[in-house]
């Protein structure tokens, strides 16, 4: 895994949309693996500035989400469609039928998870996934005891995890208590590049078990060790338990 601390939350979406948009160009046909959460809410803004700069170009840019509550419709302003509208779909020329979200909303859900996982391969594969990290080390909804061998799948999120986003809902008890979510595998097999972002201090122990940690479902994002092109951009509060090796540096490497 290659860690680069940052100083802030401002230098740690700068640095992400630099490296990425450095891509997007080289790439116009990019396919991007896309995050929700508080975290990657700067990353997308930086990219907003750049499209609007004409610096950016998302024109024949494919984008799949990672993952999407259930039973939320997609205008439920708390739904991932409606996140990802409003925070990047809407402001850059995304063209609608080059985006891809699970459809949480519908009936067979088996059926959606099995045609998110072909459509992906379809487009070959993820070149970059954007990723946060949830405090019990978690990526897209993959809670700890996820199985690492299954595809985008339903999963029931962790009593912490519907806590943890109850601050973006009016009471607790309207937090979904399932998801749709790219699964492990999806991830692992179809990824070409993850670019994984933490910042805050509630996030240091799962970053410091991801990266010098047992490899192991307690911590799923420790299945990260095993892909061969990570990259954690990690903000100072969230790297503070992390070996020397990674801690006070601006552009650190690092194994396990
Ligand atoms: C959410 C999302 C994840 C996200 C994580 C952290 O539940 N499903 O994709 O990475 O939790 O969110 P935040 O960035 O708000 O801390």
Redesign the pocket.
């Given at each position: 895994m290659r860690v680069i601390v940052v100083e802030d939350y401002a230098a740690l979406s700068q640095k992400a949309a630099s490296l990425t948009a450095d891509q997007i160009r080289q790439n116009p046909r990019i396919v991007l693996g896309l995050?929700?959460?508080?975290?990657?809410l700067g990353l997308y803004q930086e990219w907003v500035e750049m499209y609007k700069q004409g610096t950016l170009d998302f024109s024949r840019v494919r984008t799949f989400n990672?993952?999407e509550y259930v039973g939320l419709a997609p205008e439920h302003e708390q739904s991932?469609h409606t996140y990802m509208q409003q925070n990047l779909f809407s402001q850059v020329n995304l063209r609608p039928e080059h985006t891809h979200i699970p459809s949480a909303y519908q009936a067979d859900l088996t059926q959606v998870c099995k045609e998110y996982d072909e459509r992906i391969e379809a487009a070959g594969g993820i070149d970059i996934q954007i990723?946060?990290?949830?405090?019990n080390g978690?990526?897209?909804?993959n809670e700890p005891g996820t199985d690492p061998g299954i595809g985008t799948h339903i999963v029931q999120?962790a009593e912490t995890?519907i806590q943890?986003?109850s601050r973006f809902f009016a009471r607790l008890e309207e937090v979904p208590g399932q998801?749709v979510?790219m699964g492990i595998r999806t991830i692992m097999k179809n990824s070409r590049q993850i670019l994984l972002?933490a910042y805050?201090e509630e996030?240091a122990e799962a970053v410091r078990r991801m990266i010098h940690g047992d490899i192991s479902a307690n911590l799923p994002a420790s299945y990260l060790q095993l892909h061969p092109s990570v990259t954690v951009i990690v903000e100072k509060k969230a790297a503070h338990l992390l070996d020397e090796i990674a801690c006070g540096t601006a552009d650190a490497l690092t194994g396990r």
């Amino acid at each position: 895994m290659r860690v680069i601390v940052v100083e802030d939350y401002a230098a740690l979406s700068q640095k992400a949309a630099s490296l990425t948009a450095d891509q997007i160009r080289q790439n116009p046909r990019i396919v991007l693996g896309l995050a929700t959460g508080s975290t990657p809410l700067g990353l997308y803004q930086e990219w907003v500035e750049m499209y609007k700069q004409g610096t950016l170009d998302f024109s024949r840019v494919r984008t799949f989400n990672l993952d999407e509550y259930v039973g939320l419709a997609p205008e439920h302003e708390q739904s991932y469609h409606t996140y990802m509208q409003q925070n990047l779909f809407s402001q850059v020329n995304l063209r609608p039928e080059h985006t891809h979200i699970p459809s949480a909303y519908q009936a067979d859900l088996t059926q959606v998870c099995k045609e998110y996982d072909e459509r992906i391969e379809a487009a070959g594969g993820i070149d970059i996934q954007i990723l946060g990290i949830g405090a019990n080390g978690h990526i897209g909804f993959n809670e700890p005891g996820t199985d690492p061998g299954i595809g985008t799948h339903i999963v029931q999120l962790a009593e912490t995890t519907i806590q943890a986003n109850s601050r973006f809902f009016a009471r607790l008890e309207e937090v979904p208590g399932q998801a749709v979510t790219m699964g492990i595998r999806t991830i692992m097999k179809n990824s070409r590049q993850i670019l994984l972002l933490a910042y805050g201090e509630e996030k240091a122990e799962a970053v410091r078990r991801m990266i010098h940690g047992d490899i192991s479902a307690n911590l799923p994002a420790s299945y990260l060790q095993l892909h061969p092109s990570v990259t954690v951009i990690v903000e100072k509060k969230a790297a503070h338990l992390l070996d020397e090796i990674a801690c006070g540096t601006a552009d650190a490497l690092t194994g396990r």
